[in-house]
């Protein structure tokens, strides 16, 4: 694998578990949030997260990196979905969308700097960017939802 591709193969390693971690966070805030309609999209948005891990994992094959990803991104995004669990037992929606939209601070962040490097072959890079747009839209939801509820 020369250097190039390397450098592609670990952006997608670490965009896939970004990925991992957003499914993980939104399974765990569906789990436990009562509210029926955040339930369905955060189950939603979890659903949304493996395909983008899928997707990722095959363009990540193709280049001949590993059928599963073991890399660690940022601590920070694995923190911060590791918050929501603490937000959740205290019941209230609030601090869920809360932990949610932080979680996709992070995952948008990565993807943007994943998009900034410059050194993603075409095809790869249009499959981040669709991602990307996803998650920044994900992210915005997040906020607003949970501005909402703080009024």
């Excluded at 949610?100 to 993807?111: H, L, P, S, V």
Aim: glycine fraction near 6%; hydrophobic fraction near 35%.
């Amino acid at each position: 694998m020369n250097a190039s591709t390397q450098s592609a193969a670990s952006v997608l390693e670490s965009l896939i578990e970004v990925c991992r971690n957003g499914q993980e966070g939104f399974l765990s805030a569906a789990e436990d949030i009562k509210n029926p309609a955040f339930k369905t999209l955060f189950r939603e948005i979890a659903l949304q997260r493996r395909e983008f891990a899928g997707e990722l994992q095959a363009l990540a094959t193709s280049l001949g990196g590993e059928q599963h990803v073991t890399s660690t991104v940022p601590g920070a995004i694995h923190r911060g979905w590791m918050d929501i669990k603490a937000a959740l037992a205290s019941g209230e929606e609030y601090p869920v969308l809360t932990e949610c939209e932080r979680g996709e601070d992070a995952a948008d962040q990565e993807y943007r700097e994943a998009l900034e490097q410059g050194s993603l072959p075409q095809n790869i890079r249009e499959v981040v960017e669709k991602q990307y747009q996803v998650i920044h839209s994900s992210h915005d939801r997040m906020r607003r939802l949970r501005d909402l509820l703080r009024d």
